[in-house]
């Protein structure tokens, strides 16, 4: 057991310092909508950058030249509390710039983006006042049992998606947060879960499938009983590792998900 909680410890640390110093294309990126278009919001997860939305910012691109796009970097290894503060500043410099209606913008979080959303959502009333929508992307909700081995067993994200007992960091959340937040703010919900089943079943690399989904909210898109893009794949990926072999992580790189979610948000 002690050997296993020192492999988790390690597979967490090693997710969460791996690419420090790797590039991305500014710290920010604020463009405002035109002609009453929506506006996309992306927000990175643990470790991540401004640049890892790349693909899903050319799609949305591509489908409208008049939609906004707006994506910022936050404290990569910071705790939620202070990624979301980072977050809702942005947002506040942005919709000002751009004189953006409420309710006019699509959020979209990917890992722990997904949680800094929440968080805006609940604890933000300026800021949440323009979102549309929320949509997350194997973002942990009910916690990472790997973040629970490292060091301390304090990071905001330990928790297990099985936990009914002992308070983690991510129970106490979820008990501050709940979803009945977003009915109160009118601001839909969806959440997208991916398995990594070549090498790691029952979960995406790193977060359990169970913690991807949220309980008391609209959890997951069906797509057959299963699950909307259960599965990490793409032409590029190789099958044994689950991993883009050129720079885009499988989650962000499916045209089907960015194209569904530009399919429901159409208009304000």
């Known amino acids: 057991m002690r050997r296993m ?49 790349h693909h899903f910012v050319m799609k949305v691109r591509d ?3 008049d939609y906004g796009i707006w994506r910022t970097q936050v404290s990569k290894l910071g705790h939620i509390k202070e990624r979301a503060k980072e977050l ?6 942005a919709a000002k710039k751009c004189g953006t209606a409420e309710k006019s913008v ?6 722990m983006g997904g949680l800094d959303l929440r968080n805006i959502v609940g604890s933000y009333p300026k800021e949440r006042k323009y ?6 992307i194997a973002t942990p909700h009910l916690g990472d049992p790997n973040a629970c081995a490292a060091p ?33 703010a009118g601001i839909a919900f969806e959440a997208f879960w ?20 949220w309980h008391g909210a609209d959890i997951a898109r069906r797509d057959g009983g299963v699950g909307w893009h259960k599965v990490k794949h793409h032409s590029t990926i190789e099958a044994s ?28």
């Open 5 to 53: 909680m020192m492999r988790s410890a390690a597979v967490f640390l090693l997710c969460t310092v791996a690419g420090l110093s790797s590039a991305y294309a500014a710290d920010e990126e604020i463009r405002c909508a035109k002609n009453g278009a929506l506006t996309y919001l992306f927000a990175h997860g643990l470790n991540g950058s401004p640049n890892e939305w």
């Open 63 to 65: 489908k409208n030249k």
């Open 88 to 93: 809702a500043d942005f947002i506040k410099k």
């Open 106 to 111: 699509v959020a979209v979080g990917h890992s």
């Open 131 to 136: 979102l549309k929508a929320v949509y997350t």
């Open 152 to 184: 301390g067993g304090s990071h905001d994200l330990c928790g297990h998606p099985d936990d009914t007992g002992k308070d983690s960091p991510m129970k106490s959340f979820n008990n501050r947060h709940p979803s009945s937040e977003f009915k109160t």
């Open 194 to 213: 991916y398995e990594c089943k070549a090498n790691k079943p029952g979960e995406d690399g790193v977060v359990p499938v169970k913690s991807q989904k």
């Open 241 to 268: 590792n689950c991993e883009d072999q050129h720079g885009c992580k499988p989650e962000l790189c499916q045209n089907k998900e960015i194209e569904h979610i530009m399919s429901v948000q159409t208009k304000k």
